[in-house]
């Protein structure tokens, strides 16, 4: 029974989730012999404020990015 985790920072549409798990399960059933009731495919939504990178939240991040921009 495969089962997929993917972790993303939050902030994509309940759209743009759907469609993520629509396309990883479809990649599944693609190239694992299984059925396809067996996978599971699960998302973790962080808040940008909880997802460092080099000891810089994502949050911070966006504050520099948006500063840069005229």
């Known amino acids: 029974m495969p089962q997929v985790a993917i972790t993303l920072a ?4 309940p759209e ?3 469609d993520l798990m629509h396309e990883v399960h479809a990649a599944v059933l693609r190239t694992v012999n299984t059925r396809p009731e067996y996978i599971r495919v699960v998302v973790h ?5 909880h997802w460092a990178t080099g000891d810089v939240t994502l949050t911070e991040m966006d504050a520099a990015a948006d500063e840069e921009q005229p």
């Open 10 to 13: 939050e902030g994509r549409t």
């Open 16 to 18: 743009q989730i759907r």
């Open 45 to 49: 939504e962080v808040p940008r404020t």
